[in-house]
């Protein structure tokens, strides 16, 4: 599965995004759809899961709340809803699938992945 995602850019804190993961090449709906984030010099870290189905979502702590994941199986689309941007969630974005684990919070876990998008939130 060939995965693109788009929608970042400059934003204010306090600022909403939203962000696109278009994907093709496979059956979309059989994959889970995780979103992670790699500031420089961090580690990449988990930000958001989404089940095949959608029925089930799980963020990570830093943005729970903040951040809603969504899906639309029809349009072979993901989405990731960014609230009450805050400068802390300045990095690269990356959107990736698994079609083996379904709630997965680990990159390892994921078989294809997007080439990311920049979020900025200055303060």
């Known amino acids: 599965v060939q995965l693109q995602a788009s929608g970042g850019g400059l934003v204010q804190a306090g600022g909403s995004l939203r962000l696109s993961c278009a994907a093709s090449?496979?059956?979309?709906?059989?994959?889970?759809m995780g979103w992670f984030r790699q500031a420089p010099k961090k580690e990449r870290e988990f930000v958001a899961v989404?089940?095949?189905?959608?029925?089930?979502?799980y963020y990570a702590d830093s943005v729970k709340g903040r951040f809603t994941v969504s899906r639309d199986n029809a349009k072979n689309t993901v989405y990731l809803q960014m609230n009450s941007l805050k400068p802390e969630d300045t990095a690269v974005y990356y959107c990736?699938?698994?079609?083996?684990?379904?709630?997965?919070?680990?990159?390892?876990?994921?078989?294809?992945w997007g080439q990311g998008t920049q979020v900025t939130v200055s303060s």
């Open positions: 990736a699938a698994s079609n083996v684990y379904s709630s997965s919070r680990s990159y390892r876990d994921y078989d294809y």
């Open positions: 090449g496979h059956t979309f709906s059989s994959y889970a």
């Open positions: 989404i089940s095949w189905s959608g029925s089930s979502t």
